[in-house]
């Protein structure tokens, strides 16, 4: 059983009308709390789909840019494209930011889910996005202008070029093309393409220098031509070449032993190299033709050696018969046995000391000749002229050996001109010391730079379809003969001269 006070009973109705009021209130509370949120996320709707928008504007620029790179990014520079690579990268990171599903309404639920951090950063890669975008357009926009104005310098260019070119413009009215001078600009901008032009000028100015070049080779030419003639006159008209016989040549005109000169010597000598060169040029007619010197290939009845030696020995038998070896500047090759002239004598100057005769160093200039220069001025083979080989041979040999030993008459000049500086040497028998005295190597030096020039212009082919008449091959090469006279001819001959000094006392 329950009592109830009335007092109690108020006391109950004011807590519950507190309780509702509260209630109340919280619903209140909450329902602007609801209110808020939901104003916040439109807010967040709209945003996301500001964002998308101008994602699908800037992909659409993007598609344009890439359907004109050609264009600008043919002249685009290497800082240019970077530019235009980094925005690109830019672009990509700052899609893949909201590419999943971008476009749907999970596009929102997602950007929902994203923290404030995250939003900051994507609205920060949009302004960099928006600014890249601007500067490219703006450098397009630039280049764009550039292309344009490019046009009109290139033409004032054209235009200077023409005023200041009178054959150039003259030739230009030739094209069928009038550059009015005043309206040039006008004229060749709605005219010709400066292009055209400037190609054309190009092609004319060329033309001009081709003209030119063309002149000067001619004159080149005829300039070498002259030289050529000119050198060959030099080394064909020495002084005192009239006569054959060296000595003659040396003693000039007045035929007496002191007449005999250290000049008039070696003019001689520089005389006996035509002789030397030709007398190559002529054995190279010929292969080696290896039987000529074979002993076993010859086989003479009576005679014991190759056809080489037959051919000398023989020659020399006949030449010693018609007094050959009665000149002091002859030596035989075989003095052994020689028959005596059966000419009349010839009255030879008597220049030499009277033992130079006991010199006679043949056997060594036949050893180096056979063995060491014939291979390398003949050609290897064998045409069976083997008699004709032994002839051309023995010119050769018996043009060095007189060369070689003309050192005798050099010895003689030499001493005469300075016996003082001679003497003691000899005395001493100081062959050194000889030949260091008789030594002149500037002498040498020009005589090797002779003797291969000889060989170019005596041994040049000669030709009448080339310009100069040669065809620059050369029957004897000139390096042949420059090391001939620097192995073979000047040692020896320097040899000659100290045989004779070392004598010349006795
Ligand atoms: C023949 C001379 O003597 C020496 C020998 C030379 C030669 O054989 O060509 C050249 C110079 C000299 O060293 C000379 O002086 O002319």
Redesign the pocket.
Same mark, same amino acid.
């Not at 008789?438 to 190597?441: D, F, Q």
């Given at each position: 059983m329950f009592l109830i006070y009335p007092g109690q009973c108020r006391k109950d109705t004011s807590f519950n009308l507190g309780v509702g009021c509260s209630l109340l209130y919280l619903i209140a509370a909450s329902k602007t709390e609801l209110t808020k949120m939901v104003e916040l996320r439109t807010e967040m709707e709209m945003l996301l789909q500001n964002v998308k928008e101008d994602l699908q504007r800037k992909d659409a620029l993007h598609k344009q840019f890439e359907s004109i790179d050609t264009l600008a990014y043919s002249t685009t520079d290497v800082q240019e494209g970077s530019n235009f690579n980094s925005w690109l990268s830019l672009q990509s990171q700052t899609t893949s930011y909201v590419l999943p599903d971008s476009g749907t309404i999970t596009v929102h639920d997602q950007s929902l889910k994203c923290d404030t951090l995250q939003q900051d950063e994507y609205v920060e890669g949009m302004g960099e996005l928006e600014a890249e975008l601007e500067a490219e357009l703006e450098r397009l926009q630039t280049r764009l202008d550039r292309d344009n104005s490019l046009k009109h310098p290139l033409q004032e260019r054209i235009k200077v070029t023409v005023e200041d070119t009178d054959s150039v413009r003259s030739r230009s009215s030739s094209f069928g093309e009038v550059i009015d001078l005043q309206n040039a600009s006008t004229e060749v901008h709605s005219g010709v393409p400066p292009t055209e032009l400037q190609r054309r000028l190009h092609e004319l100015l060329e033309a001009k220098q081709q003209e030119r070049i063309k002149e000067l080779e001619a004159a080149l030419e005829c300039a070498m031509h002259k030289l050529r003639e000119k050198e060959i006159e030099l080394v064909c008209s020495p002084p005192n070449s009239r006569d054959s016989n060296c000595m003659a040549e040396a003693l000039s005109d007045s035929g007496s032993a002191n007449a005999l000169t250290?000049d008039s010597?070696?003019e001689s000598?520089i005389r006996q190299e035509d002789t030397i060169v030709f007398g190559l040029i002529e054995r190279a007619r010929f292969p080696i033709n290896s039987p000529t010197y074979s002993a076993s290939y010859a086989n003479i009845p009576g005679f014991t050696g190759s056809l080489a030696q037959f051919v000398a020995h023989e020659t020399e038998a006949l030449q010693a018969k018609a007094g050959r070896f009665t000149n002091p500047e002859e030596h035989p090759f075989f003095p052994k046995d020689l028959p005596a002239s059966v000419v009349p004598s010839q009255n030879h100057t008597e220049v030499l000391h009277p033992s130079a005769a006991s010199i006679n160093i043949n056997m060594q200039i036949w050893d180096f000749y056979f063995d060491k220069l014939l291979a390398l001025f003949a050609a290897p083979g064998d045409d069976g002229n083997y008699a004709a080989t032994a002839a051309s041979d023995l010119v050769c040999l018996q043009a060095l050996s007189r060369r070689i030993h003309y050192?005798k008459f050099?010895a003689e000049v030499?001493f005469k001109e300075s016996p003082k500086e001679y003497e003691p040497a000899i005395r001493a028998k100081d062959r050194d010391a000889l030949m260091k005295l008789? !030594?002149?190597?500037s002498?040498?030096e020009a005589?090797k730079k002779r003797v291969a020039k000889k060989a170019m212009v005596f041994g040049q082919e000669v030709t009448l379809n080339t310009t100069d008449g040669s065809n620059g091959k050369y029957k004897v090469d000139p390096s042949v003969l420059s090391r001939l006279?620097e192995e073979w001819?000047?040692p020896l !001959?320097?040899l000659v001269?100290v045989e004779y000094l070392l004598r010349r006392l006795d």
């Open positions: 250290l010597v070696r000598l050192g050099v030499k008789l !030594t002149v190597e002498v040498e005589v006279y001819v000047m !001959t320097k001269q």
